[in-house]
C-alpha cells in the first residue's frame, strides 16, 4: 500500500486525510519515514563542502515524511487511542529513540556541524540562520555528541528505555483512569449536581447508572457540589490512588521510579549533577538555584494563606474538614460571603458562546482576526471543529481546530499542538489544535462550563495563538517552540481577557433566555477570583516541589529506591519543602503526574509559575497602556507571538516591556505579599 504521508496532504492547509488513514497505516509509514529521514542525513554527510545551506538547512528541511506520520500518530495516541495504536506506539517509540539517537551522535554529521558553529561569525548569516545554527549545536551538544563511542552506546540504551517506559505511563494512566471512575446506582445520592450535570453521568454511564470519570488533576469537578460526604470521599480517593498499585495493569510506581532513575544517570553521563540540571540549563531560569530561591520565595505566604483559608472553611462546616470536604465548603463561603454560586453561573458559560463571543471576540478585538467555520474538512474524531482564521483584511492566516469533550479514548488534560507548524522556507501557514476534557452533555443538552474550563479555553487558545502568528523561515523555531519556562507566558496572558468587562458581558449569557449576565453577578465573578488563592498556590507549588524532589536527586541516591518507596519520598519531599498540607493534596501526585511521566516537563513543572512573573507582569502593561486594544494586540503579536524560537525569549520579552519582569504583580495577584 502507498504510504499517505509521503507526500504533503493536498487538502487545504495540508490538513493530514484523517478520513483516509487507518490504523494499520502507521507502523509501515513510520519506518519508511524513518528509513527516508535517515536517507536525507546520510546525503548531508555525503557532501564534500560544509556549507549552512547544505547542513544546517538541509537538516531542517528533512525528515517531513516522517513528522506528517508522527504528528497525526500522536494526535490519535493522545485523544482517539486503542488498542492497536497503544501497541504500535509500544512498539516504534524505541525505534524512534534510535533513530533520533543515530543522527544527533552520528561524528560525520556533529563534525559538519561543529565546523559551521565554530566558523559562524565569518558565514555573513542573518539573525535567525545565526540563532538556528547556535540552536542546532547546543542540541547535538546537549544530545550527547561529544561523548565518547562507549558512553553513547550506554546514552542509546537510557534513551531507548526512557522512551518505552514514558509510552507505557501514558497507557497506564489512561486505563486507571478509566478503571478509577466512581460509579453511583442510587439517584439520590447525587443532591447538589445540576439537571445538566446529572444527565452527563447519566450519558457516561450509559446503564442506567451514574459515572463520574476522573479528571487528570487531583480535584474532581463533582467535588465541589456533591452533598454527600461518602461520595465525595470515594471520588476523592479514587483520584489519589490512581497508580498506586490497586491494579498492576495501572500501577506506574516502578515505572516513575525506573524513568527517575535513567534520568538522572543520562544527566550524569552528560556532565550534569542531576535531570534538574541538566533541564534548567536550557531554559530562561538557568539554574536549579534560580529556580529553588523563587519557588521558597512563595511557599510560607501560600501555606499560610491555606491554612487561613481552612479556618474559614471549617467555620462554616462546624467540625474539621478533610481534603475531600474542601472544594465543597470553598464553594459555600464563595455563595455565603461572595454570593457567587458556580451551579448559578454555568447557565451563563455556554461552550459555543464561550468560544465565539469570548475566546474569538477577544482575538478580534486585539488582532482584527475573523473566525470561519469548516464544516467540510476531515476530522480525527466527529468532536472536533474547525474554523478559518482570517487576517483583519481577508487574508487567510491558518486553520484552528477544537476537541472540546472527554472520552475514554483521549487522556486527561488539556493542550495544544501544531498539525502543521509554520514556515515560510516550507512554504506552510499553521494548522493549531486545542483538545480539552470537557463534560460531554447529554444529546440535545447545551454543554454549561464552570470558570475554571472558561479559564482554560482563553488559556490554551493563548497557546493556539502563538502558534498561529508564527512568522519564522525555519521549522524547527517556529511558534511554541521555546524554552519550557517561557511557552507558558503568552497563553497566560490570555487568560487576562476572560474577566474584561466588554469581552465578560459578550460571553456570558444565559443560554435560554439570552439575558446577559447581571452585573452584580458579573462583579462578584471578578472579586471571586481572589478568593482561595492559597489553596491554589499551595497545591500548584507542592506539585512542583515534587517535580523538583524527583529529579535534583543524583543517580546513587535514586538507586536507592524502590516501587514501594514512592508514597514514602513524596511525603518526605514535601515535608522538607515545607509544602505538606494535610488538607492539600499536590495538584499531580507523582503516580499520576503526566506532566513530568507522560510529557515534556520534566524538572520543568515550575515553568507555570515562573511564566506567570511574566504575565503578570506583561498584564500590568496593557493595562497602563489601554488594555484590549488592537494596537495593543499588534505590538504583543510582533515582539512576542510572531518570534517563536527565532530571537532568545528574554531578548524577545525586554523588547515588548522595556524592562526586566517585576514579581512584583505576581505576589500581588496570588496575594503573597
Not at 531554559?283 to 511557599?299: F, P, Q
Not at 491554612?307 to 474538614?321: F, M, N, T
Not at 459555600?332 to 451563563?348: F, G, N, W
Not at 447529554?442 to 502563538?466: K, N, S
Request: glycine fraction near 8%.
Amino acid at each position: 500500500m502507498a504510504n499517505p504521508f509521503s507526500a504533503p496532504s493536498s487538502l487545504p492547509f495540508q490538513l493530514p486525510d484523517f478520513d483516509a488513514i487507518g490504523d494499520d497505516d502507521f507502523g509501515p509509514a513510520i519506518i519508511d519515514g524513518m528509513a527516508a529521514h535517515r536517507a536525507e542525513v546520510d546525503a548531508i554527510i555525503a557532501q564534500p563542502e560544509v556549507t549552512f545551506d547544505n547542513t544546517i538547512g538541509a537538516l531542517e528541511a528533512g525528515g517531513q515524511q516522517l513528522d506528517r506520520a508522527l504528528i497525526v500518530f500522536y494526535s490519535r495516541v493522545s485523544a482517539h487511542s486503542n488498542d492497536t495504536i497503544d501497541a504500535i506506539n509500544a512498539e516504534i517509540s524505541p525505534k524512534l529513540s534510535a533513530h533520533s539517537d543515530a543522527i544527533t551522535l552520528d561524528d560525520r554529521l556533529f563534525a559538519r556541524v561543529a565546523d559551521l558553529h565554530d566558523r559562524r561569525a565569518e558565514l555573513g548569516l542573518g539573525p535567525e540562520a545565526l540563532r538556528l545554527l547556535e540552536r542546532t549545536y547546543d542540541s547535538f551538544v546537549r544530545a550527547g555528541a561529544q561523548l565518547s563511542p562507549a558512553d553513547k552506546d550506554t546514552l542509546k540504551a537510557l534513551n531507548a528505555e526512557l522512551s518505552s517506559l514514558g509510552t507505557a505511563f501514558g497507557e497506564k494512566l489512561l486505563k486507571g483512569a478509566n478503571a478509577g471512575a466512581v460509579k453511583v446506582a442510587d439517584r439520590d445520592r447525587l443532591e447538589g449536581l445540576s439537571d445538566g450535570e446529572i444527565a452527563a453521568a447519566a450519558a457516561t454511564a450509559g446503564d442506567g447508572t451514574w459515572n463520574f470519570p476522573l479528571v487528570l488533576p487531583t480535584g474532581q469537578p463533582a467535588l465541589s457540589s456533591l452533598a454527600d460526604r461518602d461520595l465525595r470521599q470515594a471520588v476523592f480517593e479514587a483520584s489519589i490512588s490512581r497508580g498506586t498499585g490497586v491494579d498492576e495493569a495501572t500501577d506506574t510506581r516502578a515505572n516513575i521510579v525506573r524513568q527517575a532513575q535513567l534520568r538522572a544517570e543520562r544527566a550524569a553521563l552528560l556532565g550534569f549533577a542531576s535531570h534538574a540540571d541538566y533541564v534548567i540549563a536550557d531554559s530562561t531560569a538557568g539554574s536549579v538555584d534560580a529556580v529553588a530561591t523563587m519557588l521558597a520565595k512563595l511557599v510560607p505566604a501560600a501555606m499560610a494563606n491555606a491554612d487561613a483559608e481552612a479556618a474559614e472553611l471549617e467555620a462554616i462546616a462546624g467540625h474539621e474538614i478533610e481534603a475531600w470536604d474542601w472544594a465543597f465548603y470553598a464553594q459555600k463561603v464563595r455563595l455565603e460571603k461572595l454570593a457567587v454560586d458556580d451551579a448559578a453561573l454555568r447557565p451563563y458559560l455556554e461552550l459555543d458562546r464561550v468560544i465565539t463571543d469570548g475566546v474569538f471576540a477577544a482575538a478580534n478585538q486585539l488582532f482584527g482576526l475573523e473566525f470561519i467555520p469548516r464544516d467540510d474538512l476531515p476530522k480525527l474524531h466527529p468532536d472536533v471543529r474547525y474554523w478559518e482564521v482570517r487576517e483583519a483584511d481577508g487574508s487567510v492566516l491558518g486553520l484552528f481546530g477544537g476537541d472540546y469533550f472527554a472520552r475514554p479514548s483521549k487522556r486527561g488534560g488539556a493542550w495544544m499542538n501544531a498539525v502543521v507548524s509554520q514556515s515560510r522556507m516550507l512554504g506552510r501557514g499553521p494548522v493549531v489544535m486545542n483538545t480539552c476534557n470537557f463534560t460531554k452533555p447529554a444529546p440535545g443538552e447545551p454543554a454549561l462550563l464552570t470558570m475554571d474550563e472558561v479559564r482554560t479555553l482563553f488559556h490554551e487558545f493563548g497557546h493556539a495563538l502563538h502558534g498561529l502568528f508564527s512568522d519564522v523561515w525555519f521549522p524547527s523555531l517556529a511558534g511554541t517552540a521555546v524554552p519550557r519556562d517561557y511557552v507558558e507566558f503568552p497563553s497566560q496572558v490570555n487568560e487576562m481577557w476572560l474577566e474584561d468587562p466588554a469581552i465578560l458581558a459578550r460571553y456570558a449569557v444565559h443560554h435560554e433566555t439570552g439575558e446577559p449576565m447581571p452585573t452584580e453577578l458579573l462583579e462578584k465573578v471578578r472579586a471571586a477570583r481572589a478568593y482561595g488563592e492559597g489553596f491554589a498556590t499551595t497545591e500548584y507549588l507542592a506539585a512542583t516541589l515534587l517535580d523538583q524532589a524527583w529529579h535534583q536527586l543524583d543517580a546513587e541516591a535514586l538507586a536507592a529506591l524502590g516501587p514501594d518507596d514512592v508514597e514514602a519520598f513524596e511525603a518526605d519531599a514535601l515535608a522538607k519543602a515545607g509544602i505538606a498540607h494535610a488538607k492539600i493534596p499536590p495538584r499531580y501526585r507523582s503516580t499520576y503526574f503526566n506532566h513530568i511521566f507522560g510529557g515534556g516537563y520534566s524538572a520543568a513543572y515550575y515553568s507555570y509559575i515562573w511564566s506567570e512573573v511574566l504575565d503578570a507582569d506583561a498584564g500590568e502593561w496593557f493595562m497602563e497602556n489601554g488594555g484590549l486594544t488592537r494596537e495593543n494586540g499588534q505590538f504583543f503579536r510582533e515582539q512576542v507571538l510572531s518570534k517563536g524560537n527565532s530571537v532568545d525569549a528574554m531578548e524577545g520579552y525586554l523588547s515588548f516591556r522595556g524592562k526586566d519582569p517585576d514579581i512584583a504583580p505576581l505576589l500581588r495577584r496570588r496575594r503573597l505579599g
